[in-house]
Structures are given as C-alpha cells and as structure tokens.
C-alpha cells in the first residue's frame, strides 16, 4: 500500500489510534492516514522499475519529521523456494543443530593443513568442526590486566556484544624473563584464560610471537636477549633461535590441551607479527618457527598478519595456512578527531588477487588507537571520537563490504601498559580509545559493535557470500551517484546483502537514494512506499533481501536494519531498527493470527508479503507483528543498543555447550540493563546475570514456557499490563533499580602522607662497593657508545634492562676539571638528572610531542660548580636515569637492542676511574618479586630497600604531604607512602582511579599500587593523569598502601596531588576477585 492523506477521498479508509500498533514502548503524533493498494505485478517485473516509478509518485509528506507512524501494507507475492545450503539452511537462522555435520572425508571445496580436519576453510570463510563460522573478534592482551580473575569480565562484555573470538598476544618478556627460566604462573598463565573462553563460549587465536610489537618494550621480546644475543634478532641466525626455544615450547605446552581439537578454544596460532617476508633470513626465520609447531602436538592452522599489501607469507618460504593483513585507515594521530582519512578501497581487489582462493582475513583492523607522550597529545578520549561509532559503522561494514568474513578489531579492551611494559612511544594507558575502556567500563563506542555483532550471530548466510559488485558498474543500480553500494549474495540461498555507504567516505553530508534489487520476486527498487534510503552524513547501512529467520520465516527486503533475527521459543523472531529522523521499510512475510499488529495490517493473504513503512519519528520499541507464530519489533538505533541477546548455554555435558552453533542455537532478547553477562533457563524460571548502574525498565522476550525471571538471583515482579502491550507470548516487563547501598560508595582521602628520602647516592657517606662494576669492553648491540675510553655502560649488559637506573663514576678532579660531556639514552620522553657529589648539575630531556620532535637520547655538558669538586679527591658523578622501555622493531635492523644508558662520558680534565650501576635488586636472573614479575620494580633506592610494597614500616618516617614536594625545593627523589581502608562488599564493581594535578610541573612520579607499578605520570609532558588500577590489585575488602616515587627535575617547589575516585558504581561484576600482593621482607632487600 502507499500512504495517502485523508482529503484524497480516492480509496480511502480511515483508522482510527488505537490500530496504530503504538504500545507504551513506542510514542506517537496522533493523526489520519489512509491507504492506497500497490500493483503487485510491479514487484514481479524481470525489469528493474524507473527510478521515477510508482513509488516516488507518493504525495510528499509535510511536518511529520517526529510523528511516528507504521504503516503496513499488503502485497501478494509468492515468496520462491530457497535452496538448501551445504552447511546449514539459510531458512532457518537459528536452528544450526538441525544440520548435519559437512562430510569431511568428501572434502569437497575445502582446505585445510594436513593435521586437523576441525578447522578448515575454504574461499568463504573458516569451517570449524563442520560448521561455517564468520570470525568475530576483538583483541585482548590479557597482560595488560594482571588480574586473572577479571578476565572473564571482558569476555562476557566480548560476548555480550555478539562477538565469537578473541586475538590473544603472549609476552615473551615476562613469560621468559631470563635465560633458561619460564614462568607461566599467576597472570601470566594461559590455563585461566582457555578455561574462562570455554565457559563464555569464545573462540582464541593465539598471537605468541615472539616478537608481537603491541607498543610495548621490544615489541615483547625478552630484554635478556637484547643483550645477550649477538645475531640479528627475528632472523635464522643460530643464536636468536636458540633464544625463542623455551619460550615457544612452553606456549606449545600450555596450548596443546586446549585446541580446537580437544575440546579447548584455540583455534590458530600466529606466527611472530607483522614482518616482512624478505630478505631470506627472514622467510627462514617464519619456516623455523613453523617447524616447531609442525613437530609438535599443535595441530590448528599456522597464520600470519602482513602489516600492508605487500603479500607476505602467501607462497614461498615461510609461508603460513591462512594469509591476513592489517589495516589502521585513520592512522595513530587523534589531534583532529573529526577529521577522516577515507576508506581503503582496494581491500577487495587486493585480496582476488593474491588469495583468492582463502577467506579474507584482517588479524588486526583499526579498533582505536595508541597515543603518545606529550603537551599536544590529545588523549584517548579524542581516539574514542577518532575511532567511534560512526567510524565503526562506515569503516566496519566497509571492510565486511570487502567480503572479509575473519575479523579482529584492534583493540577491543586495551588495558594497563604497567611497569614497564610499554615501549617509549606510549605511556602508562592503554585505553586505546576502544569500546571498553581501560577500567572496564563500557564506553559510547560499545554500541553500535553489538548491534553489528547480533547482526552478525543472526545472519548465517553473510557467512558465504560472493562479491558480486558495487554500484562503479552496472551490476548495482542507484539513483545517487553520492550513495556507493556494494552487493554481496549467498551462492545457495540467494541472500543479498546491499552494502551502502556515502561514495566519498568521509562526508558529512545526507545523502537520499534508491536502489534497484534482485528478489526471488524479481528485480525491483526500493523503497517500494517511502521516499528514499538515507544515509545520514557518516553512515553505512545494509539493505537486505531474500533474508531468511526463524524456521521459515523470510524478508523479501528490508531498509530497516537487522538488529536480531532468529527463533525464541516456538516463534519466529526478527528485531528490525531505523533512525528516527528518516523513514525505511521492510517486506516480510507475517504468519498467523495477530494480538498485537501495526496500523493497517487488516489482512494478511496466504504466502503473501506485507511492505511494513517506518516513518520519520519513532522512538523507543514498538510491536510490529505478534502472533504465536512470529514476533516482529522495531526501535530506533539508540534503544536498539540497549538490548542484549544472552545465549542459553546447553547442558555441560555438552562439548562446547556455551558456544553458538556448536552446543548451543537459542538466544533471548533483554533491553534496559547496564549489561546482561549471561542467561541460563531452568524449568520455568529464567535466570539473567548482569550490572546495573541506575533504574531501568527490563523488557524480555523469551519462551513462552518461563515463568518466572530472576536478576541476580532476584526474583523479579513483572508488569503485566506492560508486558501484554509489548506481546501476548513470552514477554516479560519490569522495573530494575540497584539497591541503596550504590548510593553510599565514596572514595577514602588520600591523607597521612610519610616521606623519606630516596637518593641516599649523591651523599658522601654513600658505598657503592656492592652495586655492579661497570667494566665490560665489548656490547651485542649494535649501537656503540659515542665517546669515552671503550668501556660500555649500557645497562641491559649488567642485567638492568627497564624502569629506573643509576650510574655513579668515579674520578680524581685536577686543577683545571671544569665539566663533564654526558650523552644519554633513555628513549622517547625520558629525562636523566646528575649530581656532582651532592651538588645538582641539571637535568637532560627526551621529548615527544605526540610523536614529533621526538629525542630518545641527550649529549649534554655539565659545568662544574668551583664549590662542588673535591680537588685532589675522589669525587663523584650520579645519573638518575629513567629508562621508558626499549624500542620495537623499525627501519634500522635490531632497534630492539636500544643502547639505554651512557653512550658518552668525558671530563673536559683527566680521567674517570670506577664506574658503578644499579638497577632492581636481583637483575634480571635474581629479581626478587617473583608474583609482579620482572618488569614491575627498578633501581631507585626506595624500591631496592621495598618501601613500595605493602608491610614495610613507615612509622619512624617524617610526616609530609604529598603536594609539599620534597624537602627545601631541592631536586632529588622521595618517597611518600600511605595506607586507606576499603570495604566495598562482594557482587559490586566500582572502578577506581588515582588522579593526580593536571598541571605542567618538572617532575615525574612512580606510582605503586600494594606493590605494583601501576602509573608513570610525567608532568612537563603528559599527557596522562589519571592511572586506573584494577580491583584485585586494589584489595575491595582491607587495607590497600599507595607509595609515590617523586622525582623533582628542578630545584624549584613541586606541587603533585593525588586522589582517589570511582569510576561508576555498578551492582553486578563477576563475584569475588583474588589479590595476590606480596607483603613486604626483608630477604634481599638490605
């Protein structure tokens, strides 16, 4: 039918409001409307219609851009018989169990690696255990969250929005942290992490490396190597593979149980990490590493990541199974968030080809990105705008346009570049600016990735679709040239998926067209009522056509967006959404005898189809369609974003019981909840878990058979009345608040400050007798010292690779010593202060402005006070030197081996005698924090003695507050440490943070968290101030100790201050979280 006025008297049938179909989900403008019939044999043509046809003759609406309507019409057309697919039927969308498994000894169109027929693909996408699996994934370093009993808290935000997978890089350097030593305990452990995937139902591909860049230090190799190895690193040279041998065969060892094959979650295995395929000592180094697993019990596909079109690892040397690339279109820089880099048009080309016979895989594609040090930094909350749901609408579907059917979104939850985890580019966040944040939280961004991901669990037939072209040819038909369209098509089922975006990307421009397509009813344009498809500046959207739901249930088209179809219960279920400020429709097939239906639905004939029209104004949810057969919804995006659909997990028994298509195929619908994690229905009673930050009204749709709902155990009263508007079968309506307990949380002051000093070296009564001679001669890295007199003072070669070191020379002053030549390197945003005895010679800067004017190294002269030298006398230079972790890998071959120390040292008279360092107690080989592990402490003389840790007795320090600096204005370090109470009772998750002054001071603070290293704020750069910490390094339920390592740069009065403050308060979390934080001892530490 096509809408009319009331003064047409022509065909004119009044309704009144009440068969609107507007419930108190939905809202609506009181007015009149009439209907006109539709010739039919317009959708039956075998012609495309003129884009000036019938259904832009409709008198154009005025003043309805906020008055709801839906408007329902009947247009009987026989929907054709679909075929069978040779996977699952795409007629049924929900019902993978139905199926039978592929026959895998036919082999028929498949590939896989010889020693596992569990994973294979073929040019479509990956068939795992029979079943054809479209890829879902984000990234997730679990490192990055030394709290394992958290990790599951991601996963069930991963899989709350529709995702199936994860990418997991490992860290060498922490799991090999010296020669001959691996240590896969506490978070560091992979067990944890696969039982935590098997219980949310989520798929791993395991990125081990050893090299995995990742913006951390060395890219993640062991620092050991970087000073012991004498070959060039990620080559075939015999050292460097002698080097990654532990380590890989305790990942292998790890890894093995938990394989797609028995049972587990792995289902590849990355080797090492965006490299380039020549020359051939790197081909070698690929097959090298590829032998290990061959001659192991690993049996999941090999897989590399080329960091560009460059057709790396496809064929030749060191080739893997299955070929993919990264792609980062908007790059690392967030300062002009609003500004677009357009969209990567060759993806699809490009992958024809060079692979066209394997599914199109993205190991990494832009999910946020990384900031750097400095003033000008604009921070993540500007990449979260950069990277935020219109980019992730544009760009996502763009790449899904490709024809890309394994994805994984880089970064999903970035995390804590703790300690010294993160190279020198980065600092202490690793926030990302992605869909969660670094404290968990879930951010604007989530969003529109669940509405995408619940798209994607509802629409297997996108699993198998060939590229059949886009609207630069013939093939696909727009009024528009503004609007590009892309059209993907399942070879069995027929299913279109129309893929349409503005034709210059980064538009912020509407842009309004129609668009002809092929049906089972034939070849036609839509919209068939409305005016137009609009894409609303930065938008994409997909039309879909021949889509199959439920048991049998079919869109012939629809403008309106998926947002969830399949069966619940013993109905056919489909959740369709649109912008409120422009209209779309559908045409579906509607089955059975309506309780609740939309206005003008007043027949519906046998194997017909309605064209449902959605006008400009809708907002919130309203029942389209509801009979014991079929359910139809619709809402505007943003409510559609509230809504979860929790998988119901098959018995345990069950192999993989909590993964979709494999041991489990229903699903229900939850709106208004913070999050809903999970659902499981016993009996008649079903059982949500989730958060809850505020009140909301809980809607569900579920079997018709539960009876009773519980929120946390809770049971829930429903609304009944409420719950009869929205459907007469299945659904439930009720009010959730969290308790009044969430009001009562406030964050504990930081007050009680104690302080004492932490530079005891530049006093004359200080020994260095037992600290490390520095006397070596000869150095593995390739960067050698500028000038001095051959020694080599870089710390790494005296075990101290990270964190904070000091060197103390030694020399005789003559008459005429005046000063002393000093080049330093620290990397990206350092800075090194020096002493002569007691006396401060000044401070040299690294810097980096958001990755500009970048100085990883100084060389500095130091004058001599005339008052300072001891003539005659020893005297004594001390560096303070920070070392902001070494480099990854880059143009120049072993940047890795990065010289972090004194690359020139040189009186202007006579000579220097001893050199002394000191990092971490212990080094590398006997660092004393087994559990924080050894890139948690470093050399500072307050973190050597322990005082970060929590126990350790400050009572007979000084009482000092924090923002009084240190003492006399002098430049120096100083450590302040305090203790506060927590008492926050289990089923809650507050996120916490410690923020310090937002200001431009000369200094940097270190701050420890009962024990760990969880913040390095630079203030002169920042531009981080605000440090998360996780509950579980925060102890929710006792005492917690904050110490602070102030360095003053100046001799001038620093100001810092630090509190505390909460995050949200959500009533929810995963239950009780662990701590693990050694007490202090004295073992070692004198």
Sequence with gaps: MRLKRAGDASNTILLQDSERGINAFGSAEKEKVTFEAVDSRLLQSDMPLPLGGPSSSSPKRRGLTWVLFVILSVLCVLVSPVRRSNIFSPASHNDFSREEPVDMLAGTGFTGNGRTTDVLWDKYSLIIKGQRVFIHSGEFHTFRLPVPGLWLDILQKVKAAGFNAISVYTHMALVNPSPGVIDLNGYRALEPLYEAAKQTGIWIVLRPGPYINAETTAGGIAHWITSEVAGELRTNATDWKAAWQDYVQSIITETVPYQVTRGGPVIAIQIDNEYSQ???????????????????PIVVPLTANDPGEERAWINGTGAVDI?????????????????????????HSYHESVDPGQPWYFPEFQGGSFDAWGPTAPGYDQCRVLTGANFENVFNLHLWASNAKLINYYM????????????PGVYTSYDYGSAIAENRELTVKYPELKRQGLFLRSSPDFYKTDWVGDSTSRIVSVSNPAAFVTLLRNPDSAASFYIARQENSTTTDVTTFKLNVTTSAGNFEVPRVTSSITLAGRQSKIIVTDYSFGSSSKILYSTAQ????????????????????????????????????????????????????????????????????????YSDPDTAGTFWSPEIPAQDSVEFANYWQFGTNSSILVGGPYLVRNATITGSTLALRGDLNDSVQLTVIAPDDVKTVTWNGIPISADVAAASDLTYQGGFVAQLQPSSTVLGFTPPALTGWRYADSLPEIRSEFSDANWTLADHTTTNIPFKPYYGDGRVLYGCDYEYCENIVLWRGHFTAMEDTQSVNLSINGGEAFAATVWLNDVFLGTSYGNSTNNLNILEETDDNFVFPPSALLFDQENVITILQDNMGLNESGSVIDEEKSPRGVRGFMLDSGDFGEWKVQGKVGGYTKYLDKVRGVLNEGGLYGERMGWHLPGFDTSSWAERNLSEGLPDAAAGVGFFVTTFDLNIP????????????????????QLYVNGWMMGK???????????PVQQGILDYSGTNTVAVALWAMEPIVVTPTLQLTFGGVYEGGVGSIETNNPLWSSEGRS
């Design 278 to 296: 020549a020359p051939a000592t790197h081909a070698e180094y690929f097959a090298e590493l590829e032998t290990v697993y061959l001659n192991s």
């Design 323 to 347: 070929y993919g690339m990264d792609s980062y279109p908007q790059r690392f820089d967030c300062s002009h968030p609003d500004v677009w880099y357009p969209v990567v048009t060759s993806y």
């Design 412 to 423: 999903l939850y970035g995390g804590t570049s703790w300690g010294a985890l993160p190279f």
């Design 562 to 633: 998926v947002l969830y179809a399949g069966r619940i219960g013993g109905r056919d279920v489909l959740y369709l959404y649109g912008d409120s400020t422009s209209e779309s429709e559908a045409a579906l097939t509607l089955r059975g005898t309506p309780r609740i239906q939309g206005a003008g639905v007043s027949s519906v004939p046998p194997n017909g189809v309605t064209t449902v029209t959605f006008l400009s104004g809708i907002q919130g949810l309203i029942t389209i369609w509801d009979s014991s057969e079929q359910l139809v919804l």
């Design 986 to 1005: 289990e089923g809650y998750d507050i996120p916490m943070s410690f923020v310090f002054d937002d200001t431009s001071q000369p200094y940097r603070a």
């Design 1017 to 1027: 704020r630079v203030s002169n750069l920042g531009p981080q101030y605000q440090f």
